[in-house]
């Protein structure tokens, strides 16, 4: 009698429960009145027979594969997603809330505490969030939202625009990203409208942040919050980038910019408390940015692009 498991119609039934049905090995057998090892046996044959090709689908977003996991061991990062080098800073800044905004959806689970910081390359991750499934989603700004220019960069319009996707509950940050002197950021945290805010940036799941890099397009300078000059005095002290707007050298250190530190918002040191610090940056320019905020253990995902990537790779041999 011919063996069950060379019965080739059977393997098809086997396989069509299993890979179109999505049932079980074990719901299989009792449906067919066979063992559970013999249904695995019949899977496993029909695959060696060609009867089922296993086809990986979106390989677009494991092409990196190696290189995204073999910048996870060098700088001891959770995971580094890579997306394709780009002609223009306006597409890649595309691609990259592309490949952030599903990675967000993927992290996003129900009841997630999230803060969003400001800047044009958030702007498109936010925009590109377009299948949320998490519920009861809090979403805060991670530093003040108030400006006069270029307000859809503002963390409070990334963070409304979120949770607004999620129909989840948004708590603002009335206050500007940064003051003019120590006294009066000292005196606005005192006020418990922005104390309330800020409390819940220290429960904090996830953190979608941008990397930025002090120059004449920057965010910064965008959104009115630094001027010409007060960029060139960073530029002298050796900065490298920044998040929420407080600047940090290539080792990821603050102290050198300490003193200039007037911004309202969650302070920058309380980013390697949170599980999920995403860092969303690319192209040439942010490098040490990217790199500095990785040896600052500010991010623990990064997203990226293929330049960038090898020249981190490049920075460790």
């Known amino acids: 009698m011919k063996k069950v498991v060379n019965d080739m119609r059977l393997m098809v039934k086997v396989c069509d429960l299993y890979y179109n049905q999505n049932l079980s ?14 249904v695995s ?16 689908s ?17 700088y001891h990062l959770k995971e580094v997603l890579l997306v394709d080098n780009q002609p223009t800073e306006s597409e890649l800044k595309t691609v990259l809330g592309r490949a952030a905004g599903r ?31 998490g519920k009861n989603i809090t979403v805060v700004p991670l530093v003040g939202g108030m400006g006069q220019l270029r307000m859809e960069l503002h963390s409070n319009n990334l963070a409304e625009h979120l949770a607004t ?16 002197s120590p ?52 530029e002298k002290n050796h900065v490298a980038g920044d998040i929420c707007m407080q600047f940090f050298d290539e080792d990821g250190d603050t102290s050198r910019f300490q003193k200039d530190n007037n911004v309202i918002g969650l302070d920058i040191h309380r980013l390697r408390e949170i599980p999920y610090a995403i860092g969303v940056a690319g192209g040439e320019d ?7 905020a990785i040896k600052g253990g500010y991010i623990n995902i990064l997203i990226t692009d293929i330049k960038c990537a090898e020249a981190l790779a490049a920075e460790k041999g």
């Open 286 to 292: 942010k490098f040490s940015a990217i790199k500095g």
């Open 103 to 133: 990675y967000l959806e993927s992290t996003i689970k129900d009841g997630s505490m999230v803060g969003v910081s400001m800047g044009s390359t958030l702007l498109e991750v936010v925009n590109h969030v377009r299948h949320p499934e």
């Open 165 to 180: 996707t999620y129909h989840g509950t948004f708590f603002p940050l009335h206050a500007p990203a940064r003051v003019s």
């Open 58 to 74: 979106n390989l677009e977003t494991i092409k990196h594969w190696e290189l995204e996991r073999r910048l996870e061991q060098m």
């Open 41 to 56: 046996r019949l899977i496993v044959s029909a695959r060696e027979r060609g009867i089922v090709r296993i086809s990986v």
């Open 25 to 38: 090995q074990q719901e299989i057998a009792s449906q067919m009145d066979l063992s559970r090892p013999t």
């Open 183 to 234: 006294l009066v950021k000292a005196e606005l945290m005192k006020e418990k409208s922005l104390a309330k805010t800020l409390r819940l940036t220290r429960k904090l799941d996830i953190a979608l942040l941008g990397i930025g890099c002090p120059y004449k397009s920057s965010s910064v300078i965008a959104t009115g919050y630094y001027k010409i000059n007060e960029i060139e005095t960073l």
